[in-house]
């Protein structure tokens, strides 16, 4: 017999103003997006979004954030720092202020570098110790068998704990390696 399916609940009115609130935001990064992309200065955007009513401090941390997601895209586009500096200070960056965000930037991509190459490293040690002692294991537990078969009475040691150390480390390794790559 099939149980009847019980009807879909109404969200709560926190989850509906949390939708709503998460749906203006999107709308509102949307806009400074597009303004953006229209090559205004960030006094127009100011003013746009002060006239939506959005508070100063949220206003320039959403256009500093759009604003880093455009150096960051220049970058991997292999623009030139001089060339960012010059978009950054059309859309009303000063010099310094254009230079500080690239230098920033610059400075996290580095970062982020030499933790993914640390992280990759780690990775690939754990595979290979890993690989080692899982493959250590089985060998050893094959050679025990190989020995005790056909022996009447005798026995053998399985290395199971080895044997699921080393595929639990290979794992971490092949995940700590992939999360490097991505």
Same mark, same amino acid.
């Given at each position: 017999?099939?149980?009847?399916?019980?009807?879909?609940?109404?969200? &709560?009115?926190?989850?509906?103003?949390?939708? %709503?609130?998460?749906?203006?935001?999107?709308? &509102?990064?949307?806009?400074?997006?597009?303004?953006?992309?229209?090559?205004?200065?960030?006094?127009?955007?100011?003013?746009?979004?002060?006239?939506?009513?959005?508070?100063?401090?949220?206003?320039?941390?959403?256009?500093?954030?759009?604003?880093?997601?455009?150096?960051?895209?220049?970058?991997?586009?292999?623009?030139?720092?001089?060339?960012?500096?010059?978009?950054?200070?059309?859309?009303?960056?000063?010099?310094?202020?254009?230079?500080?965000?690239?230098?920033?930037?610059?400075?996290?991509?580095?970062?982020?570098?030499?933790?993914?190459?640390?992280?990759?490293?780690?990775?690939?040690?754990?595979?290979?110790?890993?690989?080692?002692?899982?493959?250590?294991?089985?060998?050893?537990?094959?050679?025990?068998?190989?020995?005790?078969?056909?022996?009447?009475?005798?026995?053998?040691?399985?290395?199971?704990?080895?044997?699921?150390?080393? %595929?639990?480390?290979?794992?971490?390794?092949?995940?700590?390696?992939?999360?490097?790559?991505?």
């Amino acid at each position: 017999m099939f149980a009847p399916v019980p009807p879909a609940q109404e969200p &709560t009115s926190e989850q509906s103003a949390q939708q %709503a609130a998460e749906q203006e935001l999107n709308e &509102t990064y949307a806009l400074v997006d597009n303004l953006l992309d229209q090559n205004k200065n960030v006094e127009d955007i100011f003013r746009v979004l002060k006239e939506r009513g959005l508070p100063q401090d949220e206003a320039v941390r959403l256009v500093m954030d759009l604003l880093v997601d455009r150096v960051n895209v220049l970058l991997d586009q292999d623009k030139h720092v001089e060339e960012i500096y010059g978009v950054l200070e059309d859309r009303g960056l000063s010099h310094d202020g254009a230079v500080g965000m690239v230098q920033n930037v610059l400075a996290v991509r580095a970062n982020v570098s030499f933790f993914r190459k640390k992280l990759r490293k780690a990775g690939r040690q754990n595979i290979a110790i890993g690989g080692l002692c899982c493959l250590g294991g089985i060998i050893a537990t094959i050679g025990g068998y190989a020995a005790a078969a056909g022996k009447p009475g005798a026995t053998f040691v399985v290395f199971s704990g080895l044997i699921i150390f080393g %595929a639990i480390q290979f794992f971490r390794g092949m995940g700590q390696v992939n999360q490097a790559n991505h």
